[in-house]
């Protein structure tokens, strides 16, 4: 059974009054990379305590390459990455990024509870949001306009202590 339902339409965007997504592209390789090489000593282990993303010598290569992998993702709906930026397009506030929940265990509490994971960073411009509020109104957007039944911020909420705790299997 695929992660979104074949005939879910994927929302590519989402405006709000202090910030829009836009599907990450290529298009935005050089804002995207001048926000992570700015952001990159606040904004490592996004994805994890153990997760060293942004490596400190990413090159604008790589993060090309980073960023034409998440588009095609997103068309085969695998995953879905977003561009955050300002309500007028102007501004690269940050990324979100929704995934399923993935392990290798064969059964997994996280797998369980939660459909997707969504992990986002706000780059030096976006640290002007409010990120408990920026954090409130994607999980406000996920819940309505998405088929999860529950999303994981894992490192957000819950914590990554609570996180990795759930990768114990169940009994």
Request: net charge negative.
């Amino acid at each position: 059974m695929p992660w979104v339902p074949d005939d879910f339409p994927v929302p590519r965007s989402l405006r709000t009054e202090a910030f829009q997504l836009a599907v990450l592209s290529a298009s935005h390789a050089d804002p995207d990379f001048e926000a992570v090489r700015a952001s990159a000593d606040r904004i490592r282990h996004v994805f994890g305590p153990h997760n060293g993303w942004p490596a400190p010598d990413l090159t604008p290569e790589e993060n090309l390459a980073d960023l034409t992998r998440h588009a095609a993702e997103f068309e085969r709906r695998e995953a879905f990455a977003y561009a955050m930026l300002d309500p007028a397009g102007l501004q690269y506030l940050g990324c979100l990024y929704l995934k399923p929940v993935k392990s290798r265990l064969a059964v997994d509490l996280r797998r369980e509870r939660f459909q997707a994971q969504a992990f986002f960073w706000l780059s030096e411009a976006g640290l002007a949001l409010d990120a408990d509020a920026v954090l409130a109104r994607l999980a406000r957007w996920l819940n309505e306009a998405w088929p999860f039944a529950a999303v994981a911020f894992p490192g957000r909420v819950p914590g990554w202590a609570d996180w990795e705790a759930m990768a114990v299997p169940a009994a």
